[in-house]
């Protein structure tokens, strides 16, 4: 028999972000966000669909918080929509949006679950990026301000605070590849929403130790840690190269390491670093937190922009089309615990996994039941790693599934289905999956199989 066990005081979540699951986007006083926009751009997003509406959860947050404490879940991590807090991005406060927050954190507190609060999940107000987004400059004192609101008006009822949500993603899919809002081709403006997001994370939790909160504060990575394609050196160099570009530029500022020489010396590109930004961004940080949904293979590649690319591989794929491999879970989680062994004059600083998750194609059945068992072997095999490095002495101290419900999954709108929760977007009603079931008897000690 198989079993997974973890620690008793082990943290166990399920994690959405605001433009994902709200809804309610002419509502309660919230402003313009980039998805806004960049989701009526022709052919940007799939079917022309937005998330005005998505999981309605605006409304349907006591409905959604007694399903976690119907699984178990003792902690849920959601994201702080910034157009809903300050609607221009700057100056007024919306009093209404800071209320529906606290009323989303009084309901899970009631039901024993803590309130995780990602303060950036890329739902940008529109005026901001109007003047320049984060490839300005300017973004970085805007997010203090906002950050400082969050922690003044929030601070008594949130457990657990991470600042930014996959700078990568924010930087790169933004700024360099287009393919998420606000939907730019630029590999300057890339540079610098990198160095400014690195900023914004520094200065809010800069901001944050003068609060006298004492919640932990930490930041999520979705860290690309490549594995070579073969053993030849050409392509260990790749996916060193692919690894600094795309998670040590975010990594290694905030851990107090610097930028690599590779992203400021042989980058066709600068970072737009002024004297002190350095010790800016290097604030001791609480815990790290962690996405991980596959890994790839990659090989050099000279005719590549970056001199790499990614490889076929054999493993099969969830509904994204990415490839299942549980072993890169170990790989970035030991990698992590190398790395910032020592930092912030700590052992080790903490590890979350704080999205991990299967996109299926999943349908009710004839029984009104949804029988996602390839969703449950990922997660088994996922969580099977996470069991077997805290055995191994890995300071891992939690894991959010990705996600309790199906969502608004960004350019691919609603055709992907992550969630351990099954949303008809017709009616709206919830009807749990066996996944949530499974993770109901994980959390209850009964992990076996």
């Known amino acids: 028999m198989n079993r997974l066990v973890f620690p008793k005081d082990f943290i166990w979540g399920t994690a959405t972000a605001s433009y994902q699951v709200e809804g309610a986007g002419h509502e309660g006083g919230r402003g313009e966000s980039i998805w806004d926009t960049f989701s009526r751009k022709p052919g940007v997003v799939y079917a022309g669909e937005n998330g005005e509406i998505a999981c309605d959860q605006y409304h349907r947050y006591a409905e959604d918080t007694a399903l976690m404490a119907e699984f178990g879940f003792n902690s849920y991590r959601f994201s702080i929509a910034w157009p809903r807090i300050i609607p221009a991005g700057t100056g007024k406060v919306n009093p209404e949006g800071i209320a529906y927050y606290r009323r989303l954190c009084e309901e ?10 990602t303060i950036y999940h890329w739902d940008l107000p529109q005026p901001l990026e109007d003047a320049g987004g984060w490839a300005s400059r300017s973004i970085v004192n805007a997010f203090e301000e906002y950050a400082k609101i969050c922690f003044r008006e929030l601070g008594d009822v949130v457990d657990r605070w991470i600042t930014i949500n996959e700078p990568l993603c924010i930087a790169y899919l933004g700024y360099l ?6 939907g730019i081709c ?4 890339a540079l610098n929403a990198a160095h400014h997001v690195n900023m914004a994370h520094g200065v809010a939790v800069k901001a944050y130790r003068k609060t006298g909160l004492t919640a932990p504060i930490g930041i999520t990575w979705n860290p690309v840690t490549p594995r070579p394609a073969t053993n030849s050196p050409a392509d260990k160099k790749a996916a060193k190269i692919a690894r600094t570009l795309e998670t040590e530029v975010f990594v290694f500022p905030c851990l107090g390491k610097g930028y690599p020489e590779l992203v400021t010396k042989d980058f066709k590109g600068s970072l737009p670093i002024k004297s002190g930004d350095l010790e800016t961004i290097a604030q001791p940080i609480d815990f790290i937190g962690i996405n991980y949904y596959f890994e790839n293979p990659v090989s050099a590649d000279k005719k590549a922009r970056f001199k790499y690319c990614n490889r076929p591989f054999w493993q099969d794929t969830t509904d994204m089309g990415w490839p299942i491999v549980p072993g890169g879970l170990e790989r970035q989680l030991k990698w992590f615990a190398e790395i910032s062994k020592g930092v912030f004059g700590k052992t080790d600083i903490p590890l979350f996994i704080t999205e991990n998750g299967y996109a299926g194609k999943d349908e009710i059945g004839p029984d009104g039941r949804i029988h996602d068992r ?3 072997e990922y997660l088994k095999q996922h969580l099977s790693v996470c069991a077997d490095l805290i055995k191994d002495g890995l300071n891992i101290k939690g894991y959010y599934v990705w996600s309790l419900l199906d969502n608004f999954e960004w350019a691919c709108a609603y055709t992907k289905r992550f969630g351990i929760v099954h949303v008809d977007y017709n009616t709206q009603k919830r009807t749990p999956k066996d996944s949530a079931y499974f993770f109901r008897d994980v959390i209850a000690g009964f992990g076996e199989w």
């Open 108 to 117: 899970l507190h009631k039901h024993g679950i803590s309130a995780c609060a």
């Open 177 to 182: 590849h287009g393919m998420h809002a606000p």
């Open 186 to 189: 630029d590999l300057q403006k």
């Open 374 to 376: 390839d969703r449950i």
